[in-house]
């Protein structure tokens, strides 16, 4: 049981380090929540994580567990687990001496040692593994050592670095599903940092997203993918990508416009306050290819028309992309649109899930 | 009708006491984009080396426009091979790469200069002609190493897992990209690949492959549809589809499929009208993919096909709830319903298979018999 918080963590790396500065750090995470840290490769998931486990000294800032400042513990005293993308089993040691081992570490009397691996062992259901050696684990049994072996330390919180970035997309998935039940089961907190939007969405109770070592935006999963606060975080959550255009803000007669080469767009009754928001006359239009229609005619003239430039099923729905002069926008229809090559078809975008950012900062505006 | 480009003719290959590819027969038309698509260790890696050259298959016979490859060796065999990391010169301009080929078999210079703007002009290169290759961004990489195939004018394309080593925004950009050139360059193109979803994304037909074994061979909206086995539904589509084990029974005229524990019921008789009599009060797998689940979470009658949330995964414009069946706790069913109210876990719910959608598999055979 732990809560975990980070005061204005800052730490620069300097020269070629695998990883990344952080610049002022603020996470309150509360107990027994699943957070999830989601951001790009080098983005300062990873330092972030080491700053909790005091892998890393610190520059500035302080670290708390449980309301206690652990910014100068030592990492063996602060009783947290760490759970890393290469797992980092030791080969030549059985499942079972694997599991064991932060035990021994610690110098556990060893019926003790015996009874907590039993234990966590019953929980996973890893009996037919604890006299084999890793060699012979798949790698969703890898991954289920590497968890026992967090767990029998019996530690205040886990934290876990893209723990299955090496497995398969099959195994992924129903590795995702059995953490997220395992989770709950323990009433302990997780701290999950992966590159992987899908996999934050689904686990996280919720989301951090970060970016150039800052924290961009902590939020719900669904309220994060609803109300992205900046174009970053738009682009870092939803799958296909959300779609950004650079428009500019026109009057024409009593209509408010956002206008661009390849469409224009009547905002008059949805965002009539974008003047006096908007720094600037030009701004980033953002819009989900799940938010915008498509028709095989014109519905009114604010449709846009625009040709089939690729298509990609997928089964349960198709990503469609289409050109309006040199701009692609994507869009995600139904699996039984039919359609040809260079066609032409109408695109309107849900004006009520229209986004808009700042040309500058890339902040939203609405 | 296109005519056959390539063709595999029950082509075998053997390791020692590994069949790694078992009597394979694929017809390829030209100007096809074709994926070759299953787990490792399907097959589909030698099937590739066998097309490249690489490997010679123990029987059966390769036929490239009408004339048996087998044992030619790759280089005088008219495809060309992209592979993963693209294997071009960091430190040369995109100019040297494409003209690199040429170069070592000394062709006349005018000639080699007329068909590498030819081919830049293909690829949509030109304008990065003098530009270093290790400074492009993936998808003129992706272009380049096309290009610099494309050069000695193959009149197949084999590609593989070019996208794997890409983070997943890209992934998609380029998979687009890359099924746009292909259309516009008109190029029979083999992809081979394990990710189903960029299978389903690239390919005018998709060849499925399982130990060896070729599974099914189908447009991939069909493969989807109407897989042909247990293997080829779970393989396809994410979420992964549903399987539950039931009875199938005749009872007063009606044909009615029942979860092992009676935990629901339904009246398949419309369905299941073609399933032969043998079926009948025997097990039966049903198959129904997340999509064709609905769940009802607000107004509950309070009666059958009960359910509680084990989990909730909101995915943006859409979300995936796992929930087991009342008095079936072992039946985990997903399904992928669109985000309103988040339920919470431990609620209950209705939930409704679309009965126009689901699967029977014989769970003997591993046969789809609808």
Redesign the interface.
Request: hydrophobic share 25%; charged share 30%; glycine share 8%.
């Given at each position: 049981m732990a809560t975990i918080k980070l005061d204005n963590v800052k730490k620069r790396f300097r020269g070629d380090r695998d990883l990344c500065s952080i610049h002022g750090i603020n996470l309150e995470i509360k107990d027994s929540e699943f957070f999830c840290l989601v951001g790009?490769?080098n983005s300062g998931k990873s330092t972030t994580l080491r700053a909790i486990a005091g892998l890393v000294p610190l520059d500035e800032g302080r670290v708390y567990i449980d309301e206690v400042d652990v910014t100068n513990i030592h990492p063996g005293k602060r009783h947290i687990a760490m759970l890393f993308e290469t797992l980092a089993l030791y080969p030549n040691r059985t499942g079972y001496e694997n599991i064991a081992s932060p035990l021994r570490t610690r110098k556990t009397p060893s019926d003790e040692i015996q009874r907590t691996v039993a234990e966590v062992v019953s929980l996973l259901g890893l009996e037919h593994l604890l006299n084999r050696l890793p060699s012979t684990f798949s790698g969703g049994e890898r991954q289920r050592v590497a968890i026992a072996r967090a767990l029998v330390q019996r530690p205040r919180a886990y934290l876990l670095d893209e723990p299955m970035g090496a497995l398969?997309?099959?195994l992924r998935?129903s590795m995702r599903?059995e953490l997220?039940?395992l989770q709950?089961d323990l009433g302990q907190t997780m701290v999950f940092a992966t590159?992987?939007q899908?996999q934050a969405?689904?686990?996280g109770d919720r989301i951090a997203v970060i970016g150039g070592g800052v924290i961009q935006q902590i939020d719900a999963?669904?309220e994060i993918?609803l109300k992205p606060k900046n174009n970053f975080v738009a682009k870092t959550?939803?799958?296909?990508?959300m779609n950004f255009f650079e428009c500019g803000i026109a009057n024409e007669g009593t209509k408010l416009l956002l206008v661009n080469p390849a469409f224009r767009i009547d905002i008059t009754s949805f965002k009539p306050d974008l003047p006096g928001k908007a720094k600037t006359n030009s701004v980033i239009v953002g819009i989900?290819p799940?938010d915008i229609d498509m028709s095989d005619q014109e519905e009114s003239q604010d449709w846009i028309p625009a040709k089939v430039?690729?298509s990609?099923?997928?089964?349960?729905k198709q990503?469609l992309?289409f050109k309006v002069r040199d701009l692609v926008i994507?869009t995600?229809v139904r699996?039984d649109v039919s359609y040809k090559?260079d066609e032409t078809k109408w695109l309107n975008f849900k004006k009520e899930r229209l986004h808009v950012f700042d040309k500058e900062t890339g902040i939203s505006i609405l | 009708m296109s005519r056959i480009k390539l063709k595999l003719d029950r082509i075998t290959k053997v390791f020692g006491d590994l069949i790694a590819v078992n009597d394979l027969c694929v017809d390829i038309f030209d100007n096809e984009f074709v994926c070759i698509l299953g787990p490792s260790g399907c097959g589909k890696t030698t099937t590739l080396n066998m097309l490249s050259g690489l490997e010679v298959p123990t029987s059966g016979n390769i036929i490239l426009d009408d004339k048996v490859i087998n044992k030619l060796p790759p280089q005088k065999r008219d495809i060309g091979l992209i592979f993963q990391d693209y294997a071009l010169f960091e430190n040369m301009n995109v100019y040297e790469n494409l003209a690199f080929s040429m170069r070592v078999k000394r062709k006349p210079r005018d000639e080699v200069d007329s068909k590498v703007r030819e081919v830049a002009q293909a690829v949509e290169v030109s304008h990065i002609l003098k530009k270093n290759y290790g400074s492009l961004n993936p998808g003129e990489m992706q272009r380049v190493a096309i290009g610099r195939t494309m050069i000695s004018e193959p009149s197949v394309f084999l590609l593989d897992e070019p996208l794997d080593n890409l983070d997943a925004d890209m992934r998609v950009t380029m998979r687009a990209e890359l099924k746009r050139l292909q259309k516009d360059l008109g190029k029979t193109m083999i992809y081979v690949t394990h990710d189903q979803e960029e299978a389903m994304s690239l390919a005018d037909r998709i060849v499925v492959m399982e130990q060896g074994l070729l599974q099914q061979m189908d447009t991939p909206q069909d493969i989807y549809n109407h897989p042909v086995n247990r293997f080829v539904a779970g393989f396809i589509g994410t979420p992964p589809m549903n399987f539950i084990t039931c009875k199938l029974e005749s009872i007063s005229g009606k044909l009615m499929l029942s979860s092992l524990k009676g935990s629901f019921s339904m009246d398949i008789s419309e369905v299941g009208r073609h399933l032969y009599e043998g079926t009948i009060q025997k097990e039966m797998i049903l198959g129904i993919r997340p999509e064709n689940v609905s769940v009802n979470i607000d107004d509950l009658n309070g009666e059958k096909r009960g359910a509680r949330i084990l989990r909730v995964e909101p995915l943006g414009p859409e979300m995936v709830l796992e929930v087991a069946l009342e008095g079936d706790p072992d039946n985990v069913i997903r399904a992928l319903v669109d985000p309103g109210r988040i339920p919470s876990v431990g609620e209950r719910i209705e939930i409704i298979f679309h009965q126009d959608k689901i699967h029977m598999i014989d769970p003997l055979s591993e046969e789809v018999l609808i």
């Open positions: 790009p490769s398969d997309a099959r998935l599903g997220k039940r709950r590159h992987d899908e969405m689904s686990l999963p669904q993918y959550i939803g799958k296909p990508q989900r799940t430039h690729i990609e099923p997928l089964g349960n990503i992309d994507r995600v699996p090559l | -």
